[in-house]
């Protein structure tokens, strides 16, 4: 019995008339086989999968030019908690272009200029065989970036391959890359295809490429110079043709002066460069995202869309965002899980929520607010006061220590710093200001 071709399945560019076609081949299939074998069955189950996989992405992007069409409008919708405001009508412009020009977003979604020049870069980049460097603080979407550009590109229907160089350990970096040869080293008890040859006419994502052993970096510039591999234990070379995106949340230029990273290898990665800009520098997405976000939610939870009280939503619009799109989108999800109707700061996560606003008056110890504009500005001002106060007197505390302020308040560490950063306090002032204590001391 004929089956259509499997690798035909997930295709990229997806329509209602190409998923039709696709359930009436499985249909006449099924309604003409004489029997089934068990291997016909289980390939019948995958392409019924992934046509089950189609409709939902065809789904998201219905809802998605839905959503963009939506904010063109938002200027006459009634004033309403969880819309999103109106936007520059320029930056609708450029990604309805984007969306005629049929650019595969994968979920990608936002409206802010600097987003938009990186999609805009990423589809011309898309359709060359170009290394991409993407970097961006964590959470910023530099993934989904990765796989907007394969999927934008010739090799869509190719495998894309994801390898993240921090999560491995240095002594199989090499092998899980290149591959290796049966008994190439103890553990090694059969020939075993490496990253790059299974991306072979596709695409490998180097997530944190930041953190490639100097050892690994030599050996990944020669692929990229040579088009070759050579598996762990052996001397042949093997073609490969891959398209590399690597990704990174650090300075590489920066690490390259400081010679953790060779600077023939930076050029090299990042022919085209990508800088996806933190959350905080496109607060004018945040309505946006929140309200796509618990769309998003209230369908995967089956619930209707959680109302946000102002005072949520205030903090929401203003919070620093240190985790970026990846943590907006944990907090709405969290908010859509654990509110009824109408969510409150209470269903924020502890490490988050703010002070109470007449606990922080008190810390404040009658210092002057200035005159804030509206009772929510000043409760806004009150709970900043607050937290920098809690910040000033731990770390005077533990001698200026993050690490230990971090471990007693049972905060995460970068979370701690983006909170020290965002009222410009410098552990080591703390650090000199006890020592000089303890030297008047003694
Ligand atoms: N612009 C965006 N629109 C919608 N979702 C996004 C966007 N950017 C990031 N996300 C989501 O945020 C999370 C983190 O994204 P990811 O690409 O893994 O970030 P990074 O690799 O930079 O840490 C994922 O769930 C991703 O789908
Ligand atoms: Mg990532």
Not at 143 to 165: D, Q, T, W
Not at 231 to 245: K, N
Not at 339 to 350: N, Q, R, S, V
Request: charged residues 30%; proline residues 5%; contains cysteine.
């Amino acid at each position: 019995m004929k089956l259509f071709d499997p690798h035909g399945f997930g295709s990229s560019t997806l329509s209602y008339a190409g998923l039709l076609e696709k359930i009436e081949i499985l249909r006449s299939t099924l309604r003409w086989a004489p029997r089934l074998e068990r291997a016909e069955i289980e390939k019948l189950l995958n392409q019924s999968n992934a046509l089950r996989d189609e409709v939902m992405q065809l789904s998201r992007k219905e809802r998605f030019i839905e959503a963009a069409a939506d904010l063109s409008d938002v200027s006459d919708a009634p004033e309403s908690l969880d819309k999103p405001e109106a936007l520059p009508p320029s930056a609708h412009r450029r990604r309805e272009a984007l969306i005629e020009r049929s650019f595969i977003f994968e979920g990608i979604f936002g409206d802010n200029p600097k987003l938009l020049a990186a999609l805009e870069v990423a589809e011309k980049a898309a359709p060359t065989d170009l290394p991409v460097l993407i970097d961006g603080e964590s959470g910023t979407g530099k993934e989904l970036m990765a796989k907007v550009i394969h999927a934008n590109g010739a090799r869509s229907e190719r495998p894309y391959i994801s390898v993240n160089c921090g999560a491995i350990p240095d002594n199989l970096l090499e092998s899980e890359l290149f591959g290796h040869r049966k008994g190439a080293f103890t553990g090694a008890s059969s020939d075993r295809k490496g990253k790059f040859e299974s991306a072979h006419t596709g695409t490998i994502f180097l997530d944190e490429i930041g953190e490639l052993p100097l050892q690994g970096q030599v050996k990944l510039l020669r692929v990229l110079e040579a088009h070759e591999i050579q598996r762990v234990g052996s001397d042949e070379p093997i073609a490969v043709d891959t398209r590399i995106v690597a990704a990174t949340n650090r300075n590489l230029r920066e690490l390259a002066a400081q010679g953790q990273f060779r600077e023939d290898l930076f050029y090299r990665l990042s022919v085209i460069h990508v800088t996806l800009p933190a959350l905080r520098e496109r607060r004018d997405e945040i309505p946006l995202l929140i309200s796509w976000f618990g769309d998003e939610a209230a369908s995967q939870l089956k619930r209707r869309p959680v109302k946000l009280t102002p005072k949520l939503r205030d903090f929401l619009l203003t919070y620093a965002w240190p985790g970026n799109i990846r943590e907006l989108r944990n907090v709405v999800y969290r908010l859509s899980c654990l509110a009824g109707d109408t969510a409150d700061l209470e269903h924020l996560p502890d490490d988050i929520r703010p002070v109470p606003a007449v606990a922080a008056l008190r810390e404040v110890d009658g210092q002057a607010l200035g005159s804030p504009l509206s009772l929510s500005d000043a409760k806004r001002a009150a709970s900043d006061e607050a937290e920098r106060a809690f910040l000033e007197r731990g770390l005077h505390e533990t001698g200026g220590t993050v690490a230990e302020l971090a471990r007693r308040c049972e905060m995460n560490r970068s979370h701690l710093q983006m909170l020290l950063k965002k009222h410009g306090i410098r552990s080591k002032d703390f650090r000199h200001a006890d020592k000089t204590d303890r030297e008047k001391e003694s």
